[in-house]
């Protein structure tokens, strides 16, 4: 079966990211660093001919996949699509907060005081479950509430895409972290966030997703 291939891009440094701020539906510009991240994946995935592009619709993943297509002469797009599915996790009382104040409140009653320590100690789903049970409001998402929208966002891929197209897409941190979590057999260090930047690469066969790479920021071409 042809697989579809999907270039998964952090979005470059933001405000909130050089503040270690909680930054989920929140959104912040891209900081001088963040653009500059911007220019060199952009570099870095000049060569790949994209059938089609998609970022988050949030200012950050935008403002980072405009600058990589910009990049692109290879492709002849200039605008991603839009999607709210490939939104980063919400979190709900805990946005804009100080993130390791965030993760202790989160983590604390269950004997881990970083999100490090609660993705090693349990899974990247309990932290979500956790955040929610910790929310005053219990608005922040839980594991089911992320997962029902997220996997609309690869039913997407799916339908408006021809088998083996090239797609780029431009998300957020913990979401790269959550899809490889979910689905990438426990290869990968997930206790280390993916940088800004940095290039995560998906292969979709039927209804499977394969990680092939994670959190590659090397220099060079990217295939």
Known sequence: MTKTTVYFVRHGQTYFNRYNRMQGWADSPLTE????DANKVGQRLAQIKFDQAYCSDTGRARSTARLILKANAVSGLTEPIETPFFREEFYGYFEGMNSPEAWYLTGAGHDSKTYAEIISNYSIDASKDFMKQADPFHDAENSTEYWNRL??????????????????LVSHGTTMRSIVGKFGQERFDLTKSPRNGSVTKLLLEGSEVHVEYYNRIDEGPLE
């Open 151 to 168: 996997l609309l966002g690869f039913d997407m891929l799916r339908r408006d895409n021809p088998a083996g197209a090239k797609i780029l």
């Open 33 to 36: 660093q963040g653009i500059l």
